[in-house]
């Protein structure tokens, strides 16, 4: 809830929140033969959030290991850590640090600079704000789910291949999911 410029958020601890990272995942999609997607995940290294007492001025720090991305198919994946796409024995993590969050319409908006193959480009997330509670074992945790849309152009993705039928391989937008959870530290 919003009063003035305070926001009011159930529960909310001021703090750092690091990854709890067999809560947490990285998945994304891009459409396939222009008829399907493609789906897979990435392994989150690190994320921290800190959490000031406004709300809006809460920074997030994230790392992905490039080298974990899973399609489930690993002769797809093998190509996708090749350098014709992600390179990761060169490029070896994806980057995000936030530039700001903002409250439009009702909804949380992460703006933030995201980085891929030392491409670094402004994005927006939508953050979904899943709360906060104490698991059985005492530690408070930060919940919560945010999207974007990129175009992997953008970031030197650019490997495609022509169909005989019209069309790419390989979609350009990908759609890019955070389900995150943070360990309150302090």
Do not use: C
Not at 84 to 107: A, H, M, N, Q
Not at 158 to 185: C, H, P, R, S
Request: aromatic share 10%; glycine share 10%; charged share 25%.
């Amino acid at each position: 809830m919003t009063h003035g410029t305070t926001i009011e958020i159930p529960g909310y601890k001021v703090g750092t929140y690091n990854l709890d990272s067999s809560h947490s995942e990285v998945t994304f999609s891009v459409r396939h033969m222009m008829i399907s997607k493609v789906r897979g995940t990435f392994g989150v290294k690190s994320a921290t959030i800190v959490a000031p007492e406004n709300p809006l001025e809460t920074t997030v720090t994230a790392s992905v290991d490039a080298a974990s991305l899973d399609t489930k198919d690993e002769g797809r994946d093998q190509h996708l850590r090749s350098a014709e796409f992600f390179d990761v024995e060169t490029y070896p993590t994806i980057e995000f640090v936030s530039t700001g969050v903002r409250l439009e319409g009702g909804d949380f908006l992460v703006d933030g600079n995201l980085t891929i193959k030392d491409v670094t480009k402004p994005v927006t997330f939508d953050l979904d704000f899943g709360g906060f509670g104490t698991d059985p074992w005492g530690n408070y945790k930060a919940g919560a789910t945010a999207k974007t849309v990129i175009n992997r152009e953008d970031f030197g993705l650019t490997w495609n291949a022509a169909l005989e039928t019209g069309g790419v391989l390989v979609g350009k937008d990908v759609t890019i999911e955070l389900d995150l959870q943070g360990a309150f530290q302090a």
